[in-house]
């Protein structure tokens, strides 16, 4: 079993973290990626060294369920999953990510059965942005995740901008109207065994009603609604 796993975080100019990841060898520090790595070093920060990957991947899904992705609006990172997945330079069989997937379900997640103490919860509080939010935000949050501004609802609605995409979230309506709502295409892609590049150029783009193959009947949406140009 090798132990040259870490996990590390990338800083934000006022010290709070941005991004939080996993891996080995160089790729803290490599930039052939979505979130950049920040170009000071002295931003960069190795959390956990000399880790097993299952010990990496535990303290990845810990970090990112205490500090919160922004993408689903509870917290500051800008991670597009809840971590616990990636190769770290490897290829993984089907097997071995059903294995990991499996490991982090129910009483097997790192947090199940952590009760938070009130300072916990400060500390998490005041490690975010520092900017409060106001009922008045938070009412406009939660009617924009529960489809109020959906669609032809969406403030935006009609302006020039092309398809928006915000957060990444999407919904997969089934034919009996059921909603899937998954934090991003990826997840979406891995949880339906769905081509992504066929989930993002054509059912996503048109947010019609699938006439054949697998997914017959289905719909996608992003789940913030379309923007028509």
Known sequence: MENDYYTYAYLREDKT???IGKGRG????????TIKPPKDKSLILFLKKGLTEAEAFKHEVYMIFVLGRKDLGTG?????TNGGEGSSGA???????????????GE?????????????KKKISESKSGVPRTEETKKKISEARSGKYAGENHPN????????????AIIAIKPDGTEL??????????????????L???????????KKGKFKGWRFVYETGRFLG
């Not at 160089?26 to 990626?33: A, F, P, S, T, V």
């Not at 993002?200 to 699938?210: A, D, E, S």
Request: proline letters at 4%.
């Open 91 to 105: 290829v993984h069989s089907k097997e071995h990510r059903r294995k990991n997937s499996e490991a982090r379900i």
């Open 200 to 210: 993002r150029g054509r059912y996503l783009k048109t947010g019609n009603v699938l």
């Open 181 to 198: 709502h998954f934090g991003s295409i990826g997840e979406a892609t891995r949880e339906l065994k769905i081509d992504s590049g066929g």
């Open 76 to 80: 500051i990172l800008r991670n597009l």
């Open 26 to 33: 160089n790729r803290i520090y490599d930039k052939r990626r």
């Open 157 to 168: 609605y009609g302006k020039t901008g092309a398809l928006h995409q915000g957060s990444k």
């Open 108 to 120: 097997k997640h790192p947090q199940f059965g952590v009760p938070r103490t009130e300072e916990t």
């Open 17 to 19: 973290p941005y991004y």
